[in-house]
Every structure is written in C-alpha cells, then in structure tokens.
C-alpha cells in the first residue's frame, strides 16, 4: 500500500511555443495534455467531452471536505495492502477526457485490479472516484457521472457541499446505482469492503467521528478476507512473471 500524489511536471520548452489552454476549447485528448503540461504549474485544468473546463477557485467549504475525504480514503489505503491512494491526479480516461478527480482509490494489475495503469499519471478507469462538488447542479453529476459509467469506473463518490450530501454510486450492470445508507446513516462499498462512510461526521467536521466508523469497517472480517484475495492475487502475479 502507498499513498501517492503526482504533481503536474511542465514540458521541457519547445521551438514554437504551444497555444495556452482556454475554457471551452475542444480538443482531443493529445493535444490538451501536450498544452497543458506548457501551461503555468498554478493554471488547472480538464477536458470533458472532448472540451476545456476551467475551474473556479475552490474555497474553504470545498477545501474542508475535501481535506476530511483525504483523511478518510487515506486512512483506509494504509490498512489495505494492494491499494493505492491518489489525491488531484491527472488521470486519462478516453481520447476526448482527462481529468483531476479529488481522490481516487486504486487496485494496481498486479493486485487484480483491471482496466488502469499506473505510471506518470493514471490512465484508464479507477475503481473508486470521489469528486466534491459544489452543488448538484455541477457537471460532476453530469458529464463527469456518464463520462465515468461508460468509462468502467467501479464507483463513483460525489460530496455535494452545498447540499451537505453524498451519493456514493456502484456499477451493476454497466450502470451506476446509488449506494443506500444504513439505519445509522452509514454507507459502506461494494467494492471496497470495510470502507465505510458516515455522511454526517464528513459534514459535521468531526474527523475523529469518521475515522471511528471507518475503523468499525476495517475490523469487519470482510475487510480481512479483502486483503487475502489482494495478497493472493499478488502471488499470483509474481509467480507467473517468474515462469
């Protein structure tokens, strides 16, 4: 297990300097990632759709959650040998989607995870996704919600800040379909046994709260049964590498 991060590097200088990036370009893939990186380390950016999207600033109610997800997500990675924990990563999804999802939890191939690779940046679909949103309204619930269901990601987790609401979705199917909470509000994965989630301790900034139910969750024997298959799996790997 790591936690990991992976900071935008910015190119060596080309010949002819590179046309800067603006909200509501429509490129490819490609030529977004090849500007961008020609871009000022301070500019962000995603291509959604095939289009540029600039976003605002983010502030202290955005940064807050985000800061509680991280403390969250992080602190089940590092009980959970075989996953790896990003935060604000470039990852590539298509030719027309390359974004920076808040968090994102995932199996590497040679713990049985399938459909991602890991290098310089993700590339492919990872298997948890947690976007904090400002509103319901926002295009995470939107182009970023079918983007990620036609893509493969196993499950997707939007933190509405406005609303003080999460919707944390799971694929069936090749469609997302909402995670219910349990009678003491508790939402856990299908994916990922022992993550669980209590809406109210994230919204009530109570860090201690959320890594108590979080701790319930790793204690769950699923969760160990979890870290078997991924250590198995891993064996797996190694053995046929070596044949």
């Not at 095939?50 to 990675?77: D, E, N, T």
């Not at 604000?88 to 974004?99: A, K």
């Not at 713990?111 to 509103?135: F, N, S």
């Not at 799971?170 to 993550?195: Q, T």
């Amino acid at each position: 297990m790591s936690i990991a991060t992976q900071p935008r590097s910015k190119s060596p200088p080309t010949e002819r300097e590179l046309p800067a990036l603006n909200a509501g370009d429509h490129l490819d893939q490609t030529t977004f990632h090849r500007r961008y990186e020609s871009m000022p380390s301070k500019f962000h950016a995603e291509l959604v759709q095939g289009v540029v999207i600039v976003p605002s600033p983010a502030g202290c109610p955005h940064g807050g959650s985000h800061g509680r997800i991280l403390v969250w997500l992080g602190g089940y990675s590092m009980s959970t040998p075989g996953t790896v924990f990003f935060d604000n990563t470039t990852t590539i999804l298509d030719d027309h989607n390359e974004y920076q999802p808040d968090a994102q939890l995932v199996i590497p191939p040679e713990y049985g995870g399938q459909g991602v690779k890991l290098g310089k940046y993700v590339e492919g679909a990872p298997q948890l996704v947690v976007e904090v949103a400002a509103t319901s309204e926002a295009y995470d619930l939107f182009e970023k919600f079918e983007v990620y269901q036609q893509t493969g990601v196993q499950e997707y987790l939007i933190v509405l800040v406005r609303e003080q609401e999460v919707r944390w979705f799971h694929r069936k199917d090749g469609k997302f379909e909402l995670l219910a909470a349990d009678a003491g509000g508790v939402i856990r994965s299908a994916m990922f046994p022992g993550l669980w989630l209590d809406a109210i301790s994230l919204f009530a900034g109570n860090p201690a709260s959320l890594l108590t139910t979080l701790q319930a969750g790793l204690a769950d024997p699923a969760h160990a049964e979890f870290v078997q298959r991924l250590t198995a799996a891993r064996q797996a790997f190694e053995s046929k590498s070596a044949s």
